[in-house]
Every structure is written in structure tokens, then in C-alpha cells.
């Protein structure tokens, strides 16, 4: 069969050599757009696009013949993979393709600011030679804070390490060994904010990340820090960093990436003050990294096309397992425990240890898939989905155990996942009840019923008239709704595990009332639905 390939957005044209080589008809459209692409696309069996084409539903209604859509890069921000999958598309990316261009981008970054090198350019270009007021300072010896130690932020802390910053790391799925070996202290963020000369976020814009840098975290920070963000924009509050430069609190931030590109007009004005270095989103932009996921990307497809190697899928299981009745409640399931279990696992978790039993078992390798898709997502910054789970685990230093067993007790399917002993939960299963009813079932021995939905806290507790009371009242005095609420006993111990479901999310102050009551202890805050 002859397979017609559509570029898009001026990808390199090694990708239309390289399909052209296996025989593919090939149109290289950079500028195509609107109705044109409309009428156009139908006629193909795969695009390939960077980021300026929105590959959504409107698009994909025109696109009856299209069985793979490449990303020539990593975000796939642009794609709707959930409308490609019903459709039936594969959607793939170049995960690897621009690492090392981003860490290279982001270590450039770091010695511009620490050497005044784009305002003394400016500045001498001008006419004026100024040595004194450019004087710079040396990155060795200085602190280095990196929030996310995924492929990029290892490229960039192996990097500066060799320029002799000490690197201090912020990363909770990257095991203590992981960062050994990349000579790296792991911390926690408010520590490493306080101790950082340098800091560098490599992290997926999610509301933990969010503003990590602003006004409100002013308190927490080093006096004098210098920031780069070459992830996504927004992680920094961008309306903030004028003012936190004029108070001292930063002395340089370095920016690739805007909370909308290109910037608007009041972000251009930010922009323009002397302390902040920009770039146009070049994080990728280098002629090698261009060349690199073109040539990927033809590769992959092709190889996708004649159903050889699906490398890069970001959605290849779940188009496999879309139509199987059997499979689906298990996966969300499976996604849903992995999300609960990610936020009560101790920072730097090396081990899940996943129990399958009854029928769900003969499904384990994909539901643990699964797991880890719930287990990362929250905290990796790539997109992680059933195909690339495994491989960010294994990235992250987590090592996955898994038993499967027929012999069922109490339920006729369970999932059971072990934290560890350094766990304040041990052991939580779940089960599926019926249509969209997941539940967890049972926690370190102690049978409770917490839907996996919505805003949930769990605690420790003594087993004692009024301790529900006046947890909930502390609630109703901050506004707060329970929507359903579920104890876990045990007489001989006296003490009991409660899970309250509220209606709204909540701050670090709304729990903080709760935490401190006499008789509560391990409170956990977990929600079913803030994330990436």
C-alpha cells in the first residue's frame, strides 16, 4: 500500500527525504491552513505538525483517512489525543529529540545572567564601554536549585555540576540513588528556595507548580536569587517579577517560556526591564534538535504505518483497548488508585509493590501501566500515558514488583498496592462496584469505602466519641461542604481511619485545623481531580 504523509509548520525536510525513501507520496504544506487543511487533510493517511497547527476535533471531522498524527518535538498541547483516539489516530511525539538543546538553552541562560552578558552586548553595541557596571560574578561555588530531575533537569544538573555548582534538587519520584549519580542533593522546595544562588524549574505547569515563584512565596525565598524557566510559562507569576526584582528579593530571571506566546502587550513591558534575560521559546530551536525530531518522526510513523514498531505512541494501548468492556473499568481504576497513592506515598518512593487478584490479572502488565500513569502524572513533565509509564518510572529510579493471583476473598477483583513500611498508609486496595464506581476498599488492614473522586482527607484518629464531630465542625466553620465521609475501625486497637469527601478543593490553611486536633494524626490531603 502507498501511504500519502502531510507536513505541516515547517517541519525540517529530512522528514519528507526519509519518506519519500520508503515510498510514501509526500506534501510538504508549511503554510497551509483553515479551510484549505480542511479539504486537504482527508486525502492522507498521517500529518506531521510542530505546534502552530491545532490538531482538535473540528479538524480531525475533515481527516477520514488519517491513521497517525506526529508531534515533530515534545508537548502535544496541540493535539487532542482523546479526539484523535476516537477517531482511531495513533498520536505520537520525539520525547528525546530536544533534550539536549532545552538543558543547553537553560545552562546558556545561567551564565547570561551570572555574566551580564545580554545587557553589556546592548550596552557596547551603543558605543559605551562600561567594564565596571557589567561586572559579573562566577556560577562555581554557587548553589544551583533544579525543581524537576526528568530528562532535562539530569542534562542540566550533570552540566552545571561540571561547572562546579553544587546541585540541590527537588524532584519526589527520583529515588536518593537516581540523584547520587547525578550529584545531586534532594531537598524540599521551600528549602532549596531558601538556599538557592541559581534556580531552574523542568516541571509540568500543574497547581502545584503554578506560581511557585510570586509575591505571596516572597518570605521563602533566597535574597538575590537568579530563576530560569525554560518549561512552561506560568510557573513563575509573571505580573510579579518586576516588583520582586525592585525589593531585591530576585536579582535576574531568565524567561523561554510565557504564560501565552507570543507575550502580551503588558508582558512585553515586564520584559523590558535590564534584570530579565528572554528568549522566543528557542528552548528546541536548534538546527540539530530540528533535525533530530524529523528524522524521528518520519521514522516512527513509518514504522507505525507498516505495523512495525509503535516507539513514541502516546496513545497506541488505549486505541487497542478502547472497544474491550472487559479492560476499561480496570484501567480507570488502575489510573485512579495510582493518582490516590501518588499523594500518600513518602517523597522518593523507590518500590510499588502491585497485588492483582481474580479476574483483573490477566490484565496486570497494562494495568500497572495504568498505575504508574496515575502514579507520575501529577509530577513528571512530559506527558505520561499508558505506553511511556514504565519507561519514566524505570527514568525516576522506581522499581515496579508485581504478583497476580486467581484466588479471590472478599471482592471478586482487588488491587493492592504497597507503600512500604516508611509509609504512613501501608496498603491501600480497590475494587471496582460498577459503572463508574471505583473505591478504595481497604487501608493497612482496616475495611473503609472512599470513592476515588473529588476532594479527600484522611487521617489517623483515636477511636473516641466526638472525634468525627468535631472534625466536622471545624469544616462547617470554614465554609466547608462534606459531600460523604467513610471510618475504618479497629476495636483492639482503638483507633480508627477516617476519609472525608468534601466539595471544593482546598488550601493548605483548611486542613491545617484539623491536622493539629488532639487525637489526628497522618492527615492527608488528596485530590481526585486537581492535576496535570
Known amino acids: ?99 539536549i538543546s532545552t538543558a543547553e538553552h537553560t545552562c546558556g541562560m545561567i551564565l547570561s545572567m551570572a555574566r551580564n552578558i545580554p545587557n553589556a552586548v546592548d550596552s557596547l553595541k551603543r558605543g559605551q564601554w562600561d567594564r565596571k557596571k557589567y561586572t559579573g560574578t ?73 506560581g511557585l515563584i510570586s509575591k505571596k512565596n516572597a518570605a521563602k525565598i533566597k535574597k538575590g536569587m537568579c530563576l530560569v524557566n525554560c518549561a512552561r510559562g506560568g510557573i513563575f507569576e509573571e505580573d510579579d517579577l518586576v516588583e520582586l526584582i525592585d525589593n531585591g528579593v530576585i536579582k535576574s530571571v531568565a524567561l523561554d517560556v510565557y504564560s501565552q506566546e507570543p507575550p502580551s502587550e503588558s508582558l512585553y513591558e515586564i520584559l523590558k526591564n535590564p534584570a530579565v534575560v528572554c528568549t522566543p521559546h528557542l528552548g528546541a530551536s536548534t538546527t540539530e534538535a530540528q533535525g533530530k525530531v524529523a528524522v524521528q518522526i518520519a521514522e516512527q510513523i513509518a514504522d507505525a504505518l507498516e505495523k512495525k514498531e509503535f516507539k513514541g505512541s502516546l496513545n497506541g494501548k488505549s486505541i487497542a483497548l ?59 513533565e512530559d506527558t505520561i500515558n499508558l505506553i511511556n509509564a514504565r519507561f519514566h518510572a524505570k527514568e525516576h529510579g522506581l522499581k515496579i514488583k508485581e504478583t497476580i493471583s486467581d484466588k479471590t476473598a472478599t471482592f ?54 466526638g472525634m468525627l464531630a468535631a472534625a466536622s465542625s471545624l469544616l462547617a466553620k470554614n465554609q466547608i461542604n462534606i459531600a460523604s465521609l467513610s471510618l475504618g475501625r479497629n476495636q483492639k486497637n482503638a483507633q480508627a481511619i477516617t476519609a472525608i469527601t468534601v466539595d471544593k478543593i482546598l488550601s493548605d490553611d483548611d486542613a491545617k485545623e484539623i491536622r493539629e486536633m488532639e487525637g489526628i494524626e497522618k492527615l492527608h490531603y488528596i485530590s481526585m481531580t486537581n492535576g496535570h
Do not use: W
Not at 164 to 179: C, K, N, Q, V, W
Not at 349 to 364: D, Q
Not at 425 to 453: H, M, P, W
Open 322 to 380: 478502547s472497544t474491550n468492556a472487559e479492560v476499561q473499568p480496570f484501567l480507570q481504576l488502575a489510573e485512579r488508585l495510582g493518582r490516590f497513592i501518588s499523594q500518600l506515598a513518602p517523597q522518593h518512593t523507590n518500590e510499588l509493590e502491585i497485588s492483582y487478584t481474580g479476574t483483573c490479572a490477566k490484565h496486570a502488565d497494562v494495568l500497572t501501566d495504568s498505575v504508574l500513569r496515575g502514579f507520575l502524572d501529577r509530577n513528571v
Open 138 to 210: 562566577e556560577v562555581h561555588g554557587k548553589k544551583l536549585g533544579i525543581i524537576g530531575l526528568g530528562k532535562i533537569g539530569s542534562n542540566v544538573a550533570s552540566r552545571m555540576a561540571a561547572f562546579g555548582m553544587t546541585i540541590l534538587a527537588y524532584d519526589p519520584f527520583t529515588t536518593r540513588e537516581r540523584a547520587e549519580e547525578l550529584g545531586a542533593k534532594l531537598m524540599d522546595i521551600d528549602e532549596i528556595l531558601a538556599e538557592s544562588d541559581f534556580l531552574t524549574v523542568h516541571t509540568p505547569l500543574t497547581e502545584k507548580t503554578k
Open 412 to 465: 471478586s477483583d482487588l488491587i493492592t498496592i504497597n507503600l512500604g513500611d516508611s509509609a504512613d498508609y501501608k496498603k491501600v486496595s480497590a475494587t471496582v462496584f460498577g459503572s463508574d464506581d471505583y473505591r478504595i476498599v481497604n487501608i493497612d488492614g482496616y475495611s473503609i469505602e472512599i470513592d476515588l473522586t473529588g476532594e479527600i482527607l484522611i487521617y489517623r484518629n483515636v477511636d473516641k466519641p
Open 1 to 99: 500500500m502507498s501511504y500519502k504523509v502531510l507536513l505541516l509548520d515547517g517541519v525540517d525536510a529530512v522528514c519528507k527525504e526519509i519518506f519519500e525513501s520508503r515510498g510514501y507520496e509526500v506534501l510538504d504544506a508549511p503554510k497551509l491552513k483553515g479551510d484549505e487543511l480542511y479539504k486537504t487533510i482527508g486525502d492522507y493517511n498521517a500529518v506531521v505538525v510542530r505546534s502552530a497547527t491545532k490538531v482538535n476535533a473540528e479538524l480531525l471531522a475533515h481527516a477520514d483517512k488519517l491513521q497517525v498524527i506526529g508531534r515533530a518535538g515534545v508537548g502535544v498541547d496541540n493535539i487532542d489525543i482523546d479526539a484523535a483516539t476516537k477517531k482511531g489516530a495513533l498520536v505520537m511525539n520525539t520525547p528525546d529529540g530536544n533534550t
